[in-house]
């Protein structure tokens, strides 16, 4: 824990907890503030306070909007408590006279989670490491190009959502061609270091103390010196090829779905079919991408609790899932995938 400030007793803690969750969820930012200052003033430990209260909140603040009892806009409400909340906890952290060294804490490309890395960043920073917070959905080339002109001692990867893995890996890749190690994280690599380690990274950690552990033996931490031979399926770059022929032929399943033959979607429910027929064909690639079945199948039973949840149809799923299956029968693993999705979402 971060210097000798006080671990906050459990009872106090879960008085914490639950006085702050209530604030959120009476989207009353004053008291949300009030509590977490409260708590700092006795004492507690800022690192406990980011993870056990803050990002606790925002775990429950994303089942609750997972099964619908809280709108987009609440969680968005929450989200920015949880930022100005994170903000307060870290005000008074002054960076160590002799940082441990400098650390590029970066969203994969297309991974609007910022909030999870900017905690486990502040973790960070608590530990003495001097954070440079480049934020959400960097571009590979742009990571590539600051490693260039500042070759930090690691970089800190984050990636939520599994089928951001893809473009996780290429920032792999690019800083280990620059010569930076990379710590990798997030709930989209799993529970265990199975993937971080297939895709290339120095290192990987479940939760951001154990980042922070993992962290206080260096640096200088290893890079590898050849690419990671990661066991993609021959079947991803033509798939990849076809996603918009693909996109084309699922969506009019969906239409089909939805009001018959001839019938074309428009307004929002276009805008949402496409969204959804995205992600099922980014999580299938993501799932051949990575060589492992259940960031898809974990993907489809994900969905069928959100759409059941928000009382949507999810029989169309299975429709577009069936036709995916037969326009991919010249792609064996893709299609037995596919076909072991459908059983997912049966059984979910
Ligand atoms: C807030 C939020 C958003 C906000 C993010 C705003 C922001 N500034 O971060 C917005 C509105 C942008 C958003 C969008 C979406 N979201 Co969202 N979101 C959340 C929510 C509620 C909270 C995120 C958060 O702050 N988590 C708290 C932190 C602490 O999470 P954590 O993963 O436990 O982090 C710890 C470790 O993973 C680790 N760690 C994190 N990064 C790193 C990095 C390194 C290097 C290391 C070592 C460790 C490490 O340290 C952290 C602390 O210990 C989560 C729920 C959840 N369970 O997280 C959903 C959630 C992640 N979102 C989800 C979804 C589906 C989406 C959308 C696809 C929704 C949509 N249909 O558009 C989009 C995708 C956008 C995109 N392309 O990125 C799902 C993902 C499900 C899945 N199948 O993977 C979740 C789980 C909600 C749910 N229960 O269904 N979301």
Redesign the pocket.
Known sequence: MSGSAAEPHASGLDRTRDAYFEAVTAMDEATALDVVRRALARGDDPETL??EV??WA??R???L??TDDWS?AR??A??YM??RATALITEHATEAATPRGVVV?V?AD???????????GE?LRLRGWRVRFLG??VRTRHLALHLQEYSPDIV?????????LIAAHGMIEAARRTGVPV??????FGADGTLAERMGAS?????????AD?LEKGPPFPVRRAPASLPFSDEYTPILRRRKALMGVCLRSAEEAHGGRGRVLEGPDLDRTV?ELA?ILD?LLAALYVGDDRVFT??LE??R??MESHGAPWGHVVGVLVVLESELFDHPEAAGLVARGRAALRQG
């Open positions: 980011l993870l803050v990002a925002q775990r603040v994303g089942r909007w997972q987009v969680e968005h929450a989200t949880g930022e804490v969203c297309g991974e609007w989670h910022s909030l999870p890395a900017r905690l486990m973790v959400a959905s800190a990867l984050s990636c939520s959502l599994p089928s951001r710590i990798v994280g997030g709930a989209g290192l990987w950690a479940a939760t951001a103390t154990e980042a993992l969204g992600h999580f974990r993907f994900w969905t609790v959100v």
